[in-house]
């Protein structure tokens, strides 16, 4: 019988090699499973399928995992290295594991009793045969182990580039046989185990059926929330009641999603495609935890950061690949154009209008439509920012969607609300130059199907992209340790708790963000280069400035998500010297080589730069503060620090409470030494005169933040009673005037935004209080960290902010007036 197998196996190799591609699922098995091929393996697969087989060995064997096919050898015991858990095509389905299987375990779990270092690692793996979960109003999509020879045939053309081999997490048996024992029980128990993983796995990757869309119109239109909104709508513009209804189809139409499984797959090709010409791979870190989370059933809500229009695309096309259900996402209502917008719509976008603050009819028509995808059980996705960022740091968060999350879990969520930041980073990003033009004041273009036509000939070798899974956050267990009367009953839909708990949940996302940021060679030589006055170094400094960033990310990592660039840092700058168009130039003189920004190109590079500041922040204060004081205590660094790291982690979504922030900082001044860039004796840290270079192109990172605090806080000393707002406007024009006068190119520098996030920290902090010695010591550090050219340009111009401000006021009124 097995001879026959093995020629049937055989026969089938060659045109299954043909049709089917190796879609192996986590894409390195052995890596990140963390399995251990010195101890043996025991594949379980769902069901017999020689078809399965020959696919399923052949990913094996790419990804280095041993030959299913081959027999573990223990203790001169041969047995087989996979097992079925059911028969294939059978009339009569058994309701139980194979007979054989179970004694397969039995006897593994034998061997565990008798061999004391002996583990073996059960592998579930499923093949999965295309991904289209089917509608609701139709039959079920055959079960592909029903089918016969031809069919699997005519499937395997027809779904062989959408096939996926899935490796689980490995379960140790020694594990097993120690918590729960060896006897013929257990062996049928993980048989069961083992059938009940791959149901909910064929669900994790499919997903729940697709909605008959006008059934859920239907029901959705006829629930109370918006019966209500509809009647209110009637009442306060005056309008029939049947007009008041035809304008909630309207919008509802405008809102939802419309998912085709089919046009998904050619979604699949297209984004192959383009990634292949775009970008030179992309680096997917994480994905674990969300596989984890869809397997215990988790309603998974996707939180990207929003760097271009291209993350829409990538991650769902990285979920995809991961073997998950591409999301809902909620797109901008902009991108609603022809022919875009249909397409997106098929891919499962639904789009939100940029505001509809007092509109209670659109309100409660998106909100039940958000609660209506949570309670079907599809995964969404949304960008908390609201826009794309323009300057590459994370924007404030945008709470409404996060408010409608919250209010979703209320309303009787079944299953459990989990919360997933995705860092999404690129080491060139296809929007930038807009996004300078912008900045510079030039208004903001309209999405169209011309600039997409423009955007798509401008496509080139972008190196790479990054998307990394952030440590989810599941909304029952945070708020129970935060906000524990959260699941006492209110009446009201925003309780006491309510708003505090959003804000809170949004901020704690943005920080978690950041701690899976990716670190590329871009981002490192433009943070390099940009901490330059000149903005060129030469190419011996450049490489020791970049190692030197590498061993402080490797030696103080700011986070275990963090990832990290491999390469030498030689390889870095090679690699970005190939890039197209990312204005780094290599210029030669009799001393060597000088590396330098293109004069247009260093506000494109500080976005890069500023993907990943608030990696650098803490040593760049460090940096900072040894430089302009040559010589300090540890205890007087430790105490600027804290008296300035409130405002850094506001603005940056950084992570560290007051106990890690002292630990930090230790490791950070201990990593310095050890670099020979500050001399540390005892409590006492001093400049290194031989490596100073190095210390004043860390300490640069921090020079702008540092300066736009003084602006701040010196109008603030003049002026204590001076009102929030009018702080706001007199700091953005000290900004300004700094910036041409010094030649600042960082586009944040003078952001509204940025302001005023700074001033709320100062209200938070009670500097707004009567204590003037706190300000008057934050004011001190701050003067101590900038130069006097710097400083007497500040003060110059704050003396003058009050005259310019009713200048400008005035000439507002005039303006008015006319």
């Not at 890596?31 to 020959?54: A, K």
């Not at 001169?76 to 009339?91: M, Q, S, T």
Request: with cysteine; net charge neutral; aromatic share 10%.
């Amino acid at each position: 019988m097995s001879g026959i197998v093995s020629t049937y196996r055989k026969l089938l190799e060659l045109p299954l090699s043909v049709l089917v591609k190796n879609n192996p699922i986590p894409a390195q098995p052995i890596e990140e499973l963390q399995l251990n091929i010195n101890q043996p393996i025991l594949y379980v697969l769902p069901y017999t399928s020689q078809t399965d087989f020959v696919i399923f060995r052949r990913n094996c064997l790419s990804v280095g995992l041993p030959d299913p096919a081959e027999k573990n050898v223990i203790d001169g015991v041969a047995l087989p290295r996979y097992v079925y858990l059911d028969e294939g095509r059978r009339f009569f389905k058994s309701k139980g594991a194979k007979d054989e299987t179970v004694k397969v375990f039995n006897k593994y779990l034998e061997l565990h009793r008798d061999i004391a270092d002996l583990d073996v690692q059960l592998i579930p793996v499923s093949v999965l045969w295309g991904r289209s979960p089917g509608k609701e109003d139709k039959a079920s999509l055959p079960n592909l182990r029903l089918l016969n020879g031809i069919q699997k045939t005519f499937a395997a053309i027809w779904f062989g580039r959408d096939t996926f081999v899935r490796f689980s997490q490995a379960l140790s048996l020694r594990y097993m046989v120690n918590e729960h024992g060896s006897d013929e029980k257990i062996a049928q128990k993980l048989a069961r185990v083992a059938k009940i993983h791959f149901a909910k796995q064929r669900i994790s990757a499919t997903g729940p059926r697709l909605p008959n869309r006008e059934a859920m119109f239907n029901k959705l239109l006829n629930s109370q929330a918006i019966q209500n909104a509809i009647e209110d709508e009637a009442k306060s513009k005056n309008i029939s009641r049947e007009k008041a209804y035809a304008e909630a189809e309207k919008i509802l139409h405008e809102i939802a999603a419309d998912v085709s499984h089919s046009s998904l797959r050619v979604a699949d090709r297209f984004l192959r495609w383009l990634w292949n010409k775009l970008y030179s791979g992309i680096n997917v870190q994480n994905a674990d935890r969300v596989r984890k989370l869809a397997l215990e059933g988790h309603e998974i809500v996707y939180v990207p950061c929003h760097r271009s229009h291209i993350d829409y695309l990538l991650l769902s096309y990285v979920l995809y690949h991961q073997g998950l259900v591409p999301p809902h996402i909620a797109a901008g209502i902009n991108l609603n154009f022809w022919p875009a917008g249909p397409l997106f719509r098929s891919w499962g976008a639904f789009f939100i209008r940029r505001t509809f603050k007092g509109n209670r009819l659109y309100s409660a028509i998106f909100r039940e439509y958000l609660g209506e995808l949570f309670h079907r059980g599809y995964s969404v996705e949304y960008f908390i920012e609201g826009g794309r960022s323009r300057t590459g740091r994370l924007l404030a968060p945008k709470t409404g969607m996060m408010s409608m999350t919250l209010q979703a879990l209320q309303h009787n969520q079944t299953r459990p609300i989990s919360i997933v930041p995705v860092y999404i980073g690129y080491e060139h990003v296809l929007e930038v130059d807009t996004y300078a033009k912008e900045l510079r004041g030039a208004a903001k273009e309209k999405e169209n199907a011309g600039l997409v036509l423009r955007v798509i000939k401008k496509l080139r070798n972008l190196g790479q992209g990054f998307v990394n899974f952030g440590e989810p956050i599941t909304l029952s267990n945070y708020l129970s340790h935060h906000y524990p009367e959260w699941k006492e009953q209110h009446h009201e839909d925003k309780p006491l708790w309510f708003n505090q708990a959003v804000g809170s949940i949004s901020n704690q996302v943005m920080i978690n963000i950041n701690k899976s940021a990716a670190v590329n060679g871009m981002n490192l030589v433009g943070t390099a280069l940009l901490s330059s006055r000149q903005r060129a170094l030469s190419h011996e400094q450049l490489l020791e400035q970049l190692s030197s960033y590498q061993e402080m990310l490797k030696n103080v990592p700011y986070s275990t998500d963090v990832v990290l660039p491999t390469d030498t840092p030689k390889a870095m700058l090679d690699h970005v010297l190939s890039l197209d168009r990312v204005g780094v130039l290599v210029e030669k003189d009799n001393f060597g080589e000088i590396i330098r920004l293109e004069r247009n190109s260093a506000v494109l590079m500080t976005y890069y730069r500023n993907n990943i500041q608030h990696l650098f922040v803490l040593p760049s204060l460090v940096a900072s503060i040894v430089l302009h004081y040559e010589a300090i205590q540890k205890d007087l660094l430790l105490d600027a620090v804290r008296k300035i790291y409130p405002f850094l982690k506001g603005e940056l979504f950084l992570h560290f409470n007051e106990e890690e922030l002292n630990t930090q900082i230790k490791a950070v001044i201990d990593e310095f030494a050890r670099q020979d860039v500050i001399q540390a004796n005892d409590n006492f840290l001093s400049i290194h005169r031989s490596k100073v270079r190095i210390l004043q192109l860390w300490s640069a990172g921090m020079r702008e933040i540092l300066q736009r605090y003084y602006i701040t806080v010196s109008i603030l000393r003049k002026d204590p009673g001076i009102a929030r707002g009018l702080l706001e406007k007199e700091s953005q024009l000290v900004a300004q005037r700094l910036s041409v006068l010094h030649g600042i190119n960082a586009p944040e520098f003078f952001d509204k935004a940025v302001f005023s996030a700074f001033i709320a920290n100062l209200k938070e902090e009670g500097y707004f209080d009567d204590d003037k010695e706190k300000l008057h010591e934050l004011a001190t550090i701050l003067e101590h960290l900038i130069s006097s050219e710097v400083c007497l340009t500040i003060n110059s111009a704050a003396d003058k902010a009050d005259d310019v401000e009713i200048e400008v006021e005035e000439e507002d009124k005039s303006n008015k007036d006319e």
